[in-house]
């Protein structure tokens, strides 16, 4: 079992920058491969960002290309996403999740989901 724990979430003005951190409660964090995704009202969960078990490796999603960056502490058990010049359509709630193996842009593939953390942008 895995626990998930966002923070750092809030309400910043649009060109603002946030970043949230992801803490998991697992001795076995570096087996995860670890993926952010957001969820605004009426809309599905869609992928944001996702690092590989040692770190190494990173995706994103077309949309944050650029303005988002994830990165991973295995030491401490933390994942953060870095999110500068943001936007009124980055506004949702954000989740931290892992997966076991390599990353994946899927939701359903993720097997442990943080309670999310909201991000409200105002242009």
């Known amino acids: 079992q895995v626990q998930l724990v966002e923070s750092g979430g809030g309400l910043v003005r649009a060109g603002g920058s946030l970043r949230l951190a992801c803490t998991a409660s697992t001795r076995t964090f570096s087996d995860y491969a670890m993926g952010w995704f957001r969820q605004a009202p009426g809309r599905e969960r869609d992928f944001v960002a996702g690092v590989s078990r040692a770190g190494i490796l990173t995706w994103y999603a077309d949309s944050v290309k650029g303005r988002f960056t994830v990165s991973r502490d295995n030491t401490k058990n933390t994942v953060h996403l870095q999110m500068i010049t943001l936007q009124s359509e980055d506004s949702a709630v954000y989740y931290c999740?892992?997966?076991?193996?390599?990353?994946?842009?899927?939701?359903?593939?993720?097997?442990?989901w943080g309670q999310g953390t909201q991000v409200t942008v105002s242009s």
């Open positions: 999740a892992a997966t076991p193996g390599a990353v994946k842009q899927t939701p359903g593939e993720y097997d442990y």
